[in-house]
Each structure stands twice: as C-alpha cells, then as structure tokens.
C-alpha cells in the first residue's frame, strides 16, 4: 500500500499526523533534501513539501518530475502561500496546451 509523507517545518507539517500522514519535520534545506530523497525510494505515492523547502530544493525535486511516483506537490506553509503550487499549475496548463489559456490576467 502505498503511503503520503509530508516535509516541512515542524509547525507547519505537525497537523497531518493527525490524519495518518507520515510527517517529516525540518529545519534546513539540507535536511529537507535528505529526507525527500530518503522516502522517494520508499512506498509513497505523494509527497508534500512545504513551499519555503519547496523552492530551496529545486533540484532535487525535478530528479522525480519523469518519474511516475511519487508525485512531489508544494503546500503552503504557517507563512501563508508563496505561489509556487499556483506557477506549476499555470506552467503544467501551458505546456499541455501551448498558451496560458486558464489565467491570463491580460
């Protein structure tokens, strides 16, 4: 059966244990990447990843963009939304696509 984690800072990830998340408390890039490339070779399917670590661990997210698990998706962390989650659906819609057809603000 397949499994959801959650990497973040600890006050930002701590409430998914109460619904059966796997939880991954950070406090730095580093350790953020660690973990991320610990349990993406483990059985998860989806991986959340506070937006702060998110746009400090780039690289190694794109590693699992071709791969089919697990789905690495930001989430908005106790500082509210940095927009990333909202960029890669608008890119995702322009590359499908070939125009953004779904939020043009012209």
Partial sequence: MYKI???????????FKAV?????????????????Q???????????????FYAEITDA??????ERLPAIIPIPGMNGSMGIG????KKAVEKAVGADILFNND
């Fill in 86 to 89: 909202f960029d890669n659906i």
């Fill in 38 to 52: 610990k349990i993406a070779k483990d059985d998860y399917a989806i991986i959340y990843i506070t937006e702060n």
């Fill in 61 to 66: 997210v794109y590693e699992y963009n071709e």
């Fill in 5 to 15: 984690g959650v990497i973040g800072d600890k006050q930002s990830v701590q409430g």
């Fill in 20 to 36: 059966g998340l796997d939880v991954y408390d950070c406090t730095s890039k580093e350790d953020a990447k660690h973990k991320l």
